[in-house]
């Protein structure tokens, strides 16, 4: 049987072996493997790129998150209000950060926070608000924008699945304080390993995240604060810069594959994403769909050996490791319905139309024979 993986890196890496190799030589050749001159120049690029004054390369988007929450300097036990449906990382790092997250539901069509359900969470204590762009839509950020200008808030982007997203040509991870970009090998711009970057114009916390990234250091074994070993790799850097100008190209052809996703399963009971809002454009990260029989799409996919995941299928109010909040099912209804009902696709630059057809094929087929009977 001819298997579709959920993901494939190595398809990648193939098509720009010479350059991922000629690259990650330099590097070892040169001996500068932690930060250094490769690094700073991924900094560079992607501060053009993105359109800011300032990038922080790290060792992770976890990373990225724990240290642009530590670096606005907010009170011990302040509250940040983020989504419940998105990875752990985005409230765990609230956490580390010594800071505590309040979930409040997520936007039934763009499946980010709700800015009015944000609003409604908000207690004195609150000192932040941490929008997640999942799967590349973005969080309706003229709004959280607002909202954090009237009332003094924080605002800080999850931008690790929405590298090349803008809305009104303003990049996802520039509207806030901090964006924070993981490079997770899945992500739309994956190095071959863990890495991650803050965006910022605020040279203060650029310079305060600098500092924490390695152990508090100001210079010369000053450790004016305790911070920890937070920094980018320069293999990764370097990848990454190989990568980089071809990701326009790269989400193009993810976008081109949601357009065949959507237009073949038009007209059937799988509830597709929304569409992009006006001014929007979509770097789609994970193409996801929606099924009231979900685990059964995803067995009669399995056993075609089409790949798929879910994401998620616990949403983090109901995680173990957030019993502690004493959060009941129930209490964000939006949340718990896309976890029961949610299914990834295949979606990567690579993956060739055949591959999708076969996918599409499969999905129409189990549409037909668990069809809702209809009235005329
Ligand atoms: C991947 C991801 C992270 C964490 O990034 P890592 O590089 O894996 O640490 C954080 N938030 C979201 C929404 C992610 O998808």
Known sequence: ?????????????????????????????????????????????????????????????????????????????????????????????????????????????????????????????????????????????VAFDGICRDRGLALVEDAAQAFGS???????????????????PTKILGAAGDAGAIATDDEDLAEHARRLRSHGDAGRFEHVELGGTHRMDAIQAAILRVKLPRVDRWVERRAGIVETYRRELSGTDFVLPSPPSPGERVAWNLFCLRHPRRDEVREHLLRRGLGCEIYYPVPLHLQPCFSWMGCSRGMFPVAEALASSILALPLYPELEDSRILRIVHALREFDGAHRKRRLP
């Not at 991924?42 to 359109?51: I, P, Q, V, Y």
């Not at 240290?67 to 907010?74: E, F, G, K, P, V």
């Not at 803008?166 to 997770?184: E, H, I, K």
């Open 1 to 141: 049987m001819d298997v579709v993986p959920f993901f494939d890196l190595s398809a990648q890496h193939r098509s720009l072996a010479d350059d991922l190799l000629t690259a990650m030589r330099e590097v070892a050749l040169s001996g500068r493997c932690i930060l250094g001159p490769v690094v700073e120049a991924f900094e560079d690029d992607l501060a053009k790129r993105l359109g800011v004054e300032h990038v922080v390369a790290v060792g992770s988007g976890t990373e990225a998150l724990q240290l642009s929450l530590r670096a606005l300097d907010l009170e011990p036990g302040s509250e940040v209000v983020t989504s419940p449906f998105t990875f752990v990382a985005t409230a765990s790092s609230i956490v580390q950060a010594g800071l505590r997250p309040v979930f409040a539901d997520i936007d039934a069509s763009t499946w980010c926070l709700d800015p009015d359900a944000a609003t409604r969470a908000m207690s004195l204590r609150v000192r932040a608000v941490l929008p997640v762009h999942l799967f590349g839509r973005m969080a309706d950020m």
């Open 166 to 184: 803008t809305l009104d040509g303003r990049a996802a991870g520039t509207w806030g304080a901090a964006g924070c970009f993981s490079f997770y």
